[in-house]
């Protein structure tokens, strides 16, 4: 017959501050909203010819390319757009540091 212990105080010490360092490497750095903030720009500006050939290859050979670029051009625009809005508080926080760099 076997008994069953009760948790030690060393078992629940060691899954707490697990638990703990897990969550704070899990929480956002402040480099994430540069990073995506770029790959949205960058993504909106090739966004335009892949939606075109997209349509190309793989619509009707006329309607595809023109439906194409104009999602490639209205997605592209909101990507953009995404970006930017998502580098304005990056912004906001090296706007202070910019006097230290002229």
């Not at 360092?21 to 956002?28: E, K, R, S």
């Not at 490639?72 to 953009?80: E, I, K, P």
């Not at 990056?90 to 540091?97: E, I, R, S, T």
């Given at each position: ?63 595809g390319t023109v439906f194409g ?34």
């Open positions: 017959m076997r008994q069953t212990q009760k948790p030690s105080l060393k078992r629940i010490v060691v899954f707490l501050s697990a638990l703990v360092l897990g969550l704070w490497c899990m929480t956002p750095m402040a480099s994430a909203d540069l990073g995506s903030g770029l790959a949205y720009i960058l993504g909106g500006i090739f966004e335009v010819p892949r939606a075109t050939l997209a349509g190309t290859f793989g619509g009707f050979p006329i309607l670029a104009l999602s490639g051009v209205l997605r592209g625009a909101a990507m953009v757009v995404r970006g930017t809005l998502e580098l304005v508080p990056v912004a906001a926080k090296l706007a202070p540091l910019i006097p230290v760099f002229l």
